[in-house]
């Protein structure tokens, strides 16, 4: 199968599906629910962490590679939930936390015990910092360990200690770790920070000078050459696309780029996202791969984004809409699509005026930092409008709160759950269904070229092309604007009737045989 002919569903374990009532998402849940996502169509998971971790970071906090999470299940159980995937023709990928572990890692735990541990030289240290990188969560991202009286790095939380790549025994384990789970039947990574395991300690923290030769020493072997890899990698442009993703490079299928989504004030900001940027730069990003003749990624949610149905559609009146028409982008887009759970449901940002309904680390500390400079009001709609518990609040499979969950549910859970759309007469679900049927049944969608007809402030158009046929998507932004003209066959679109003009939030998708 090649990569184009993949759709992703990503899971979130801790909350997708709690099948024994604790509190937390299991092996079992995410088991119990593959018909669901046999149903929806998708032919691919990507599953976030679930190894054993302290949970400063929800996971990615790893204190054990070759482990489960007891709280998730067992080695066991994870086995036959890898073979209950592969038995209904979905692939499996997970995520490979490179760059940094727990400090609870028996790594780091030998390694602060002394400057003469043989486990020293598998951290960074430092007598001063050398520079003034800052953590991604805030503060100094150098901190100091009386003990030993030298800093250790740590890109991310106080509590994730970056790992030093330039140490052969670092890379050799890392191999190893990836090779245990491909033993065991995994297809593939999803590699968390990737472009930041080489450091650059002269300029910024990432894409060093030894990322390249790296990464192939990971994926290049002949072990791991074939296997789907996908790397979070925020510096990859126009650039180095090419020797990340090239098909004579050895080291990755594809990468994740985030251009289309960095678009306003930083991270916890209320402005308004534009639709229209967003769709620019990702019909330019594609535009750039296929010149490159390189694989992209097609997306609009993960873990770490707040929902885009809130961030650039309308999740009220037009919220099935906004859906439907975002993930239309995404599905028919060149490349890899990848959605990402609740999406297909349109669900929601969630909206809390009390800090203990959060739980995410960047926004506690976020909240510390401003409380006492930020009204209460201003606070609480920043953190809610980009707050990563957007993604990770419950998976709502119906309209029953469960009270001891280790996160609050969505404030739209009564209204906005699996039972209630998969019943619905405007569902996203069957919607997102059809749009992947269609991606399935259509060449062009998969091996197609891409075209990009028309980005206005009302309207986004572009074509998948073959020498066969010509699929185009015409979407409106958000208003009422007249249909271009279209030539071809009327496929589908997210409204009952399609008229003169697209009304807000419109798709329509035409196809046209040469």
Not at 118 to 144: C, H, L, V
Not at 176 to 202: E, M, N, T
Not at 428 to 450: C, H, M, N, S, W
Not at 453 to 470: C, H, K, L, N, P
């Amino acid at each position: 199968m090649k990569p184009q002919d993949l759709v992703f569903y990503q899971i979130y374990p801790r909350s997708f599906c709690d099948a024994n009532g604790d509190g937390e998402g299991d092996v079992a849940g995410i088991i119990s629910k593959i018909p669901y996502l046999k149903d929806l169509g998708v032919n691919a998971v990507w599953i976030s962490p679930c190894f054993r971790s302290p949970g400063v970071d929800s996971g990615y906090d790893i204190s054990d590679y070759r482990d489960i999470d007891p709280r998730t299940g067992d080695l066991s159980s994870f086995c036959r939930m890898i073979d209950a995937f592969h038995a209904v023709g979905i692939k499996v990928i997970l995520d490979f936390v490179a760059n940094h572990t727990s400090t609870e890692h028996p790594w780091f735990l030998e390694a602060k015990s002394s400057k003469d541990n043989p486990y020293r030289d598998y951290y960074i240290w430092r007598k001063t910092p050398p520079n003034d990188w800052q953590s991604a969560f805030g503060g100094s991202a150098w901190e100091y360990d009386a003990a030993t009286e030298e800093y250790y790095l740590h890109s991310y939380a106080v509590e994730q200690a970056d790992l030093n790549w330039e140490n052969p025994k670092v890379r050799e384990e890392m191999c190893a770790v990836v090779d245990f789970w491909l033993d065991l039947g995994v297809d593939g990574f999803r590699c968390d920070v990737l472009d930041q395991i080489s450091k650059d300690f002269a300029g910024q923290n990432g894409n060093g000078p030894r990322l390249h030769e790296f990464i192939r020493e990971l994926f290049g072997r002949e072990k791991t050459k074939d296997i789907f890899t996908v790397g979070e990698c925020w510096s990859a442009d126009g650039e180095n696309v090419r020797q990340l993703c090239g098909a004579d490079r050895g080291e990755l299928t594809t990468v994740f780029t985030f251009g289309h989504l960095c678009l306003d004030g930083g991270k916890f900001t209320t402005d308004r996202a534009s639709l229209k940027e967003a769709c620019r730069r990702l019909a330019e990003w594609q535009t750039l791969c296929e010149t490159l003749g390189v694989i992209n990624t097609a997306f609009f949610e993960n873990h770490d984004l707040p929902r885009a149905v809130s961030r650039f559609g309308d999740d009220g009146q037009y919220r099935y809409e906004s859906a439907t028409l975002l993930g239309a982008i995404v599905l028919l887009s060149r490349g890899v699509p990848f959605l990402y759970q609740g999406q297909e449901l349109g669900l929601t940002n969630s909206h809390y005026t009390d800090v203990s309904m959060f739980r995410d680390v960047e926004i506690l500390n976020y909240y510390e930092t401003n409380k006492d400079t930020l009204s209460p009001d201003e606070l609480f709609a920043r953190i809610c409008a980009g707050g990563r518990d957007n993604a990770r609040r419950p998976m709502p499979w119906d309209e029953i709160s469960q009270d001891n969950f280790w996160i609050p549910d969505g404030t739209r859970r009564a209204e906005i759950n699996a039972r209630a759309d998969l019943s619905a007469q405007r569902s996203v679900y069957r919607t997102f269904q059809r749009l992947i049927d269609l991606r399935k049944a259509e060449p062009a969608l998969r091996e197609g070229g891409f075209v990009c007809r028309e980005i206005t402030d009302d309207r986004f158009v572009f074509s998948r092309v073959t020498a066969e046929e010509e699929i185009t998507l015409v979407c409106s932004l958000g208003k009422s604007t007249p249909i271009p003209s279209c030539e071809g066959e009327l496929l589908f679109s997210n409204y009952e009737k399609v008229g003169e003009d697209l009304l807000p939030y419109q798709f329509v998708i035409f196809k046209k045989r040469s």
